[in-house]
């Protein structure tokens, strides 16, 4: 038994997907050399640093890129090739753990339906063979608010995740239950009755980011910031909405800019040109290394509507930036000091201009998020718990 591997399970492996990805790269590449383990795919996009020793990929039924885009108003459609995917996927891993289950102990999985995947596969599997392995979700967003908004995700409707998904399949079937804020813990277990679960932070590479940080930018005025996926969940046209407040009530000099790709962004556009902002917010790409236009950000502003524990505000704490944000089930308010109701624009307008404005305050914010981040994400002391959960 001892001699088994840990499999890691991730719908990709890439560096622009977001944090889900980024945080596991930093974890498995921090891993003690002890713990073997292989990396599995959902979606054959690898482009992160790994120390796996294999990797694999399962591949998956592929949709006309129309049923995507208007998954909406084909809704009934849209649920039963959701169904189907996802039946298709557990068979494919059963598949693969007939061909490979014997080198595990162990599986953990990120994102909560490809857990409904591993988990089902895996008690299927367990049960003909007479295996034990355990499967370890972790949950990385608060469920009562991703699965509210009825964006079918994973082309699945939010009733699936919250009646049965977290109810029977991840309470009856985990061996137990990550997560990466405290809130979660609770609100798993009052809402799902899920009892065994263990709260491990992120890690962060706090020296990595501390130097990219000091490379040189190429903008020379001042300006708010955003890093994040532009989809309906990060929100940024509440951000928008504020700063078009911020320049027509308070006359603040900074310009607005937002990091990332997705969806949303011609809709983002289209709002720009029609507050008449359009040589006020800059879009750029993705990018490797955000870091080096945080630290020079006035302020760093998030309006996600629901997180799990959101990577750049630790990140942008860390080197110093003062934080506004909105207060979001999970993760904010372990290190922002006053973070904004949701939807309250007058609110967040005004915190933004309180931070640029009261120098004071911003050193108080600053003091407070950079103590909280000392204090929660010691790098040795999460590598411990991770040990401890994967022996």
Same mark, same amino acid.
């Given at each position: 038994?001892?001699?088994?591997?840990?499999?890691?399970?991730?719908?990709?492996?890439?560096?622009?997907?977001?944090?889900?990805?980024?945080?596991?790269?930093?974890?498995?590449?921090?891993?003690?050399?002890?713990?073997?383990?292989?990396?599995?795919?959902?979606?054959?996009?690898?482009?992160?640093?790994?120390?796996?020793?294999?990797?694999?990929?399962?591949?998956?039924?592929?949709?006309?890129?129309?049923?995507?885009?208007?998954?909406?108003?084909?809704?009934?459609?849209?649920?039963?090739?959701?169904?189907?995917?996802?039946?298709?996927?557990?068979?494919?891993?059963? =598949?693969?753990?007939?061909? =490979?289950?014997?080198?595990?102990?162990?599986?953990?999985?990120?994102?909560?339906?490809?857990?409904?995947?591993?988990?089902?596969?895996?008690?299927?599997?367990?049960?003909?063979?007479?295996?034990?392995?355990?499967?370890?979700?972790?949950?990385?967003?608060?469920?009562?608010?991703?699965?509210?908004?009825?964006?079918?995700?994973?082309?699945?409707?939010?009733?699936?995740?919250?009646?049965?998904?977290?109810?029977?399949?991840?309470?009856?079937?985990?061996?137990?239950?990550?997560?990466?804020?405290?809130?979660?813990?609770?609100?798993?277990?009052?809402?799902?009755?899920?009892?065994?679960?263990?709260?491990?932070?992120?890690?962060?590479?706090?020296?990595?980011?501390?130097?990219?940080? =000091?490379?040189?930018?190429?903008?020379?005025?001042?300006?708010?910031?955003?890093?994040?996926?532009?989809?309906?969940?990060? =929100?940024?046209?509440?951000?928008?909405?504020?700063?078009?407040?911020?320049?027509?009530?308070?006359?603040?000099?900074?310009?607005?800019?937002?990091?990332?790709?997705?969806?949303?962004?011609?809709?983002?556009?289209?709002?720009?040109?029609?507050?008449?902002?359009?040589?006020?917010?800059?879009?750029?790409?993705?990018?490797?290394?955000?870091?080096?236009?945080?630290?020079?950000?006035?302020?760093?502003?998030?309006?996600?509507?629901?997180?799990?524990?959101?990577?750049?505000?630790?990140?942008?704490?860390?080197?110093?930036?003062?934080?506004?944000?909105?207060?979001?089930?999970?993760?904010?308010?372990?290190?922002?000091?006053?973070?904004?109701?949701?939807?309250?624009?007058?609110?967040?307008?005004?915190?933004?201009?309180?931070?640029?404005?009261?120098?004071?305050?911003?050193?108080?914010?600053?003091?407070?998020?950079?103590?909280?981040?000392?204090?929660?994400?010691?790098?040795?002391?999460?590598?411990?718990?991770?040990?401890?959960?994967?022996?």
């Amino acid at each position: 038994m001892n001699n088994k591997k840990v499999l890691f399970a991730i719908h990709t492996y890439d560096r622009f997907a977001g944090g889900i990805d980024n945080a596991f790269s930093r974890l498995e590449n921090n891993l003690p050399d002890y713990i073997k383990h292989d990396i599995l795919v959902f979606k054959n996009i690898v482009n992160l640093p790994h120390k796996a020793e294999k990797i694999y990929f399962l591949s998956t039924v592929k949709l006309p890129s129309f049923i995507l885009r208007h998954k909406k108003r084909l809704k009934f459609l849209v649920v039963f090739i959701g169904f189907y995917i996802l039946l298709y996927r557990i068979i494919k891993f059963y =598949n693969f753990l007939k061909k =490979n289950g014997e080198n595990y102990k162990k599986i953990v999985v990120f994102d909560d339906y490809f857990s409904v995947i591993v988990l089902m596969s895996t008690y299927l599997y367990n049960k003909k063979y007479k295996k034990n392995i355990k499967v370890i979700p972790s949950v990385r967003n608060s469920p009562r608010n991703i699965y509210s908004y009825g964006n079918l995700i994973h082309l699945l409707p939010d009733f699936f995740y919250l009646k049965i998904a977290f109810p029977i399949i991840i309470k009856k079937l985990s061996y137990l239950v990550h997560g990466v804020a405290e809130g979660l813990k609770t609100e798993l277990k009052e809402k799902f009755n899920i009892n065994n679960v263990v709260i491990i932070h992120n890690l962060y590479d706090f020296s990595k980011i501390e130097e990219l940080a =000091n490379e040189d930018i190429e903008f020379k005025f001042d300006y708010l910031l955003n890093v994040g996926h532009i989809n309906f969940a990060k =929100n940024q046209k509440d951000l928008i909405k504020a700063f078009f407040v911020l320049k027509k009530e308070y006359k603040i000099k900074e310009k607005l800019l937002i990091i990332g790709k997705g969806p949303l962004k011609e809709e983002l556009i289209s709002l720009v040109n029609s507050l008449n902002l359009k040589n006020e917010v800059i879009f750029l790409e993705p990018l490797s290394n955000p870091y080096k236009y945080m630290k020079r950000a006035n302020v760093f502003v998030l309006t996600s509507l629901y997180e799990g524990f959101p990577n750049v505000l630790v990140e942008a704490g860390y080197l110093k930036t003062p934080i506004v944000s909105y207060k979001i089930e999970h993760g904010v308010s372990e290190i922002v000091k006053n973070p904004v109701e949701k939807g309250d624009i007058k609110s967040l307008s005004f915190e933004i201009y309180r931070i640029l404005t009261d120098k004071n305050y911003r050193e108080e914010c600053i003091f407070y998020t950079s103590n909280r981040i000392e204090n929660i994400f010691n790098k040795e002391r999460i590598i411990k718990k991770w040990e401890e959960l994967l022996k």
